[in-house]
């Protein structure tokens, strides 16, 4: 049982649950009835799906993993660790966003780097510790 990977796990559904149900309705659905062309519209849509496409994957991988019930991948903590890089790259690019945007307390309102960046740190440190 890895429990660094089961926790990333965890963290990940609860940000998946959140997905769907604020960030669609906080996000995704105010750029859609927006006064803004079709296009970016839809380019918008599609990149909040990516997402969630990703998000629901990894999180799948990270708790089936943890259990080391996965047999898709030989070397599951490699996948553990570059999910956690990857995430980790999300924190970083939303924390630098929210820093240098014009909105007040912007890494605070913006807080979905705090679970990435817990998401980040728990897989790697399962992918590490575990090699």
């Known amino acids: 049982m890895n429990y660094f990977t089961l926790f990333?796990?965890?963290i990940a559904l609860i940000a998946v649950i959140g997905h769907f149900?604020?960030?669609k309705k906080m996000?995704?659905?105010p750029v859609l009835?927006?006064?803004i062309d079709e296009v970016p519209k839809k380019v918008v849509e599609s990149l909040f799906h990516y997402m969630s496409a990703f998000m629901i994957i990894t999180t799948f991988f990270l708790i089936w993993s943890s259990f080391g019930m996965c047999r898709l991948f030989e070397?599951?903590?490699e996948v553990a660790l570059f999910i956690g890089i990857i995430y980790g790259g999300?924190?970083?690019t939303q924390f630098i966003i929210a820093l240098i945007s014009s909105i007040k307390m912007g890494p605070l309102k913006m807080f979905q780097?705090?679970?990435w960046m817990a998401i980040s740190v728990l897989s790697i440190l399962g992918g590490v510790l575990t090699s």
């Open 90 to 92: 999300f924190a970083i």
């Open 21 to 23: 149900a604020m960030g």
């Open 8 to 10: 990333a796990g965890i």
């Open 75 to 77: 070397h599951t903590n």
């Open 113 to 115: 780097w705090i679970f």
């Open 27 to 29: 996000y995704l659905t």
């Open 33 to 35: 009835k927006s006064d």
